[in-house]
């Protein structure tokens, strides 16, 4: 099963990983790895209180693709001397560009 996690750095650095499926199913990590790996195992014992309590179980995301080639893609990227690391991507995640695809249109 595939659930959203978001993963967020702390003030004090650590990285804290949420399922929102999942409400209260919450772990963190040092590095964004360890995150992760916790996440999955605090969701593997989330799922498995749910069925032991015959609970129902939230269903896992569903991801499709509406249409993949639009003729016009809306890109806002924020205004900034400087973003923080990985926002570009998040951004170019969100308006279904690759990396590569930016670059094309850029040179273009």
Same mark, same amino acid.
């Given at each position: 099963?595939?659930?959203?996690?978001?993963?967020?750095?702390?003030?004090?650095?650590?990285?804290?990983?949420?399922?929102?499926?999942? @409400?209260?199913?919450?772990?963190?990590?040092?590095?964004?790895?360890?995150?992760?790996?916790?996440?999955?195992?605090?969701?593997?014992?989330?799922?498995?209180?749910?069925?032991?309590?015959?609970?129902?179980?939230?269903?896992?995301?569903?991801?499709?693709?509406?249409?993949?080639? @639009?003729?016009?893609?809306?890109?806002?990227? @924020?205004?900034?001397?400087?973003?923080?690391?990985?926002?570009?991507?998040?951004?170019?995640?969100?308006?279904?560009?690759?990396?590569?695809?930016?670059?094309?249109?850029?040179?273009?």
């Amino acid at each position: 099963m595939r659930y959203r996690i978001l993963i967020e750095q702390d003030e004090d650095g650590m990285f804290v990983a949420e399922c929102p499926s999942l @409400p209260g199913c919450i772990s963190q990590g040092k590095t964004r790895e360890e995150a992760l790996i916790n996440i999955e195992e605090a969701i593997k014992g989330y799922i498995q209180s749910l069925k032991k309590h015959n609970e129902p179980i939230p269903p896992p995301i569903e991801e499709e693709i509406v249409n993949e080639n @639009p003729p016009h893609r809306r890109l806002t990227v @924020p205004d900034h001397d400087e973003i923080a690391k990985g926002t570009l991507r998040s951004i170019l995640r969100q308006a279904g560009l690759a990396v590569e695809e930016l670059k094309a249109l850029m040179e273009g």
